[in-house]
């Protein structure tokens, strides 16, 4: 599938129409549709704000993959004394400070977007790249 395709594919999908996409990214209507058609394709200085307007990465647009990151937790659990657990891989459960908490909250709250970038700059804090 052609990034052309996958754009509209995401259109459909997500029921957007290509006159608010294109406004979104600052080009003329008939872009949109000369893409549809087959006649160009996306510029590359495009890319990150189509991706944006979709809330998938620039990566998926391109080659159809999301980013792979490890699942660190799969649900939180408040019990009746107000402590957080965390399950991590369905095996284990940890309790987290009031911190973690919130940054999962936080984190929860985010675009997929926003998620893939924060998880590239915690492991940039990880590896002291940042």
Known sequence: MTISERI?????VQGKK?????DYIGV???????????QTSPAS???????????????YLVTGREPQHP???????????HHNVVTING???LELSEFETELLQIFGELSTRQKNA????????KEGKA
């Open 8 to 12: 509209f594919s995401l259109l459909d």
């Open 71 to 81: 699942i660190v937790a799969q649900g939180i659990f408040g019990d009746e004394n």
């Open 91 to 93: 095996t284990a459960a």
């Open 45 to 59: 200085d495009l890319l990150e704000k189509i991706a944006e307007y979709f809330d998938v990465s620039v990566d």
């Open 28 to 38: 003329r209507p008939a872009t949109i549709s000369a893409w549809k058609q087959k």
């Open 18 to 22: 290509q006159g608010a996409l294109a």
């Open 118 to 125: 924060l998880l590239s700059y915690a492991y940039e804090l």
